[in-house]
């Protein structure tokens, strides 16, 4: 199978390149992931990260033929050879297929992903109703992949003030949750014309999902809690 | 500006488009069932206070709305603050000469 992978390291290149290689699949191979492993079998100098080789923990999130997605459940058989991987676009390259996150995880500790709540903490646990815990479902599942972020035109013009739609999509989160009591906070943080509002509804963060949710969903529920909470 | 910023722009946005249709879609059924409208007929029609609103309507809608969007424009793609800030004057320039050159005429019409 024919692959054309990105080669940057900043220690010897000055411009990144494009590299062919040439791996026959083993009998067991599935996904694009496994594949990756035999390419570093002939050269252990490709880099790229992975962890749980399932998509539950986002470390191999890649341009995978135009599209983020992730190596590990992104099934052979669905390429289109030559497969070309890049690193996720608009994120900086530390080194081939590895980008740095540090401006990604940035955007997500500002919109404080955590449960607030200024309430004695009761003896057991803070209770939901069943309604208000389905008001979560398509928003804790996010693995912080960055797949949406780096498909996200908008997150490529201003990635330094926008937040993004995984940030935006955990910010909602924990505005949708009835256990927290920070939501004025949250909305008048995300107020701003580049957090929140230099989201242009292109929607490429839901279509490249590889978990299925819909970030851009998300974010049209902050503008609408938005105007609820000024009407 | 706080007006200009985050949720009230992005309304700001939204309401003036809305304006904007509503009052192309009256216009545009005006000049479908009904004979098109003489030179007089204008004149009249913008002399009439009514007509004057709904003209400053239209002319500021179009404005706020153009604003917000060409200021995203420059916020997505022009990244020196210099290039910005005199793109975003020469728009908001232009868009002022426009509302005020129709707020002339039509004092000219009225008086």
Request: hydrophobic share 45%; aromatic share 10%; glycine share 6%.
């Amino acid at each position: 199978m024919k692959l054309r992978i990105y080669r940057f390291d900043p220690d010897t290149d000055s411009r990144p390149r494009m590299q062919d290689f040439d791996v026959q699949p083993g009998p067991t191979d599935r996904m694009l992931l496994d594949l990756l492993m035999r390419v570093r079998q002939v050269d252990d100098s490709v880099s790229f990260r992975r962890s749980c080789r399932e998509g539950v923990c986002g470390s191999d999130a890649m341009n995978i033929n135009g599209r983020n997605g992730l190596a590990c459940i992104q099934p052979l058989a669905s390429l289109k050879e030559p497969v070309v991987l890049r690193p996720l676009p608009g994120f900086p390259v530390v080194r081939d297929l590895i980008v740095d996150m540090t401006q990604f995880f940035a955007h997500y500790h500002s919109v404080r992903p955590w449960l607030i709540n200024d309430q004695p903490p009761p003896e057991r646990e803070r209770l939901q109703s069943p309604a208000d815990r389905e008001a979560l479902d398509g928003l804790y599942e996010c693995i912080l992949c960055a797949c949406c972020s780096g498909f996200c035109p908008s997150y490529w013009w201003n990635p330094d003030k926008f937040v993004g739609p995984a940030g935006l999509l955990q910010a909602y989160r924990f505005i949708a949750d009835s256990r927290d009591t920070a939501t004025a906070e949250r909305l008048d943080f995300l107020d701003d014309v580049y957090r929140l509002y230099r989201c242009r509804t292109i929607m490429n963060c839901t279509e490249v999902c590889p978990k299925g949710l819909s970030p851009s969903h998300a974010i049209e529920r902050i503008r609408r809690t938005m105007v609820e909470r000024s009407s | 500006m706080r007006v200009f910023s985050g949720q009230r722009a992005w309304l700001l946005q939204r309401v003036s488009v809305l304006l904007v249709l509503v009052l192309l879609a009256v216009g545009g059924l005006r000049l479908l069932f009904w004979p098109a409208p003489s030179y007089e007929d204008w004149r009249s029609f913008a002399s009439s206070a009514h007509g004057a609103v709904l003209i400053v309507l239209f002319f500021g809608a179009v404005a706020l709305h153009a604003w917000v969007g060409a200021r995203d424009v420059v916020l997505d793609y022009l990244q020196h603050r210099a290039v910005r800030f005199a793109v975003l004057l020469l728009v908001a320039t232009m868009l002022v000469a426009v509302t005020l050159r129709v707020l002339f005429v039509l004092g000219g019409q009225i008086a």
